[in-house]
């Protein structure tokens, strides 16, 4: 037999196989279950950068593809941009719940249709329609204090003796080191509350304390980063969360709070003239919200860039709920060399 059979035999046999076992896979990921990569350390300890989880579409439902001509793999690459598809989700089996860890597509990733946006991961700490606030780091919704993540990370000032700390005892400890230049004697480190008081019945620690802003002290990277709302990571709120057919009154003062929602998210023109605001060229008191939005805060609370900083995630935007670990690879400093020193 010779080599040119061989090919024709292997293209006659196999090439209509490997054909739609690539149709049933991409059938499969679209509308079921995808793979993805935890980028960034804004939900450690509860899932850790170089963590692979498995995103299940069915809960919340599958989202239909809004860019359709575009290759799979090529999120960003390959796609043309001038066809779209109206936001259609298929029913699914839930729907968003306080506290789901959710995998969505970056909401200010403009740049990019809305499924080739960057895929982003938090919890959902506010539904439509919630109070939310946020009292020096405590969340509160609807008036009710909410129940921490169980990986929950902050913040703390740690100060020694002139030993300085035991940089293996915090690896140990599974501490992560913030990016702050530390000095002798004083550094600053993100851990669960749990183990801040583990830490400090330690020797030569000489005091762990939680790194928290001042209320009323006004970050201008905070949402929505005008001066009428003096909010900061650690004291934020209260703000209600836009839910589907709820109606909301427009002034001047409050109009920075939703003029996103109005104008990018829900494709209208919106101005402020005086006291005035003109939605589509007309003078506007209400405006009823057409999509669900949500509240997504990572469990690295003072190392994540999450609400708080870019508002609120339209429903359009949610990809699925993050549902298990499929595998964790660590390629920290040190850890170079072998494929196996990266696993966890």
């Not at 990571?233 to 836009?242: E, K, L, N, R, S």
Request: aromatic share 16%; with cysteine.
């Amino acid at each position: 037999m010779g080599l040119g059979s061989g090919i024709k035999r292997f293209y006659k046999e196999w090439m209509p196989s490997i054909f739609w076992a690539f149709i049933a896979w991409l059938f499969l990921r679209t509308f079921f279950f995808e793979a993805f990569n935890i980028p960034s350390g804004s939900m450690r300890s509860t899932l850790l950068q170089g963590d692979y989880i498995v995103v299940n579409k069915l809960a919340y439902g599958p989202r239909l593809p809004i860019t359709p001509l575009s290759l799979p793999f090529a999120h960003q690459k390959f796609y043309l941009d001038w066809f779209h598809l109206p936001y259609l989700r298929i029913p699914g089996y839930s729907s968003v719940q306080r506290n789901d860890v959710v995998v969505f597509n970056y909401p200010m990733d403009t740049e990019f249709p809305i499924d080739h946006r960057e895929h982003y991961i938090k919890r959902c700490i506010g539904l439509p329609g919630d109070t939310l606030l946020v009292d020096s780091t405590q969340v509160y919704v609807n008036g009710k204090r909410a129940q921490d993540p169980e990986g929950m990370q902050l913040l703390y000032a740690v100060n020694t003796d002139t030993a300085g700390i035991d940089s293996n005892m915090v690896r140990q400890m599974g501490i992560e080191w913030a990016t702050y230049m530390p000095m002798k004697g004083h550094y600053y480190l993100y851990m669960p509350p749990a183990l801040a008081d583990s830490l400090k019945q330690k020797k030569n620690i000489s005091s762990v304390i939680l790194n928290v802003h001042k209320r009323g002290f006004y970050d201008p990277d905070i949402f929505p980063h005008d001066t009428t709302y003096k909010w900061n990571v650690d004291f934020y709120g209260p703000i209600v969360v836009p839910k589907k057919g709820d109606s909301v009154k427009l002034t001047s003062k409050n109009i920075s709070l939703y003029k996103r929602i109005i104008s990018v998210y829900e494709k209208n023109k919106v101005a402020v003239l005086g006291d005035s605001v003109l939605i589509n060229g007309k003078r506007t008191q209400y405006y009823t919200f057409q999509m669900n939005y949500y509240f997504m805060m990572g469990d690295n609370r003072h190392e994540s860039l999450d609400s708080r900083f870019w508002g609120f995630v339209p429903e359009d935007h949610i990809v699925g709920r993050a549902s298990f670990i499929l595998f964790s690879s660590n390629k920290e400093p040190g850890r170079s060399g072998r494929w196996l020193k990266w696993i966890r």
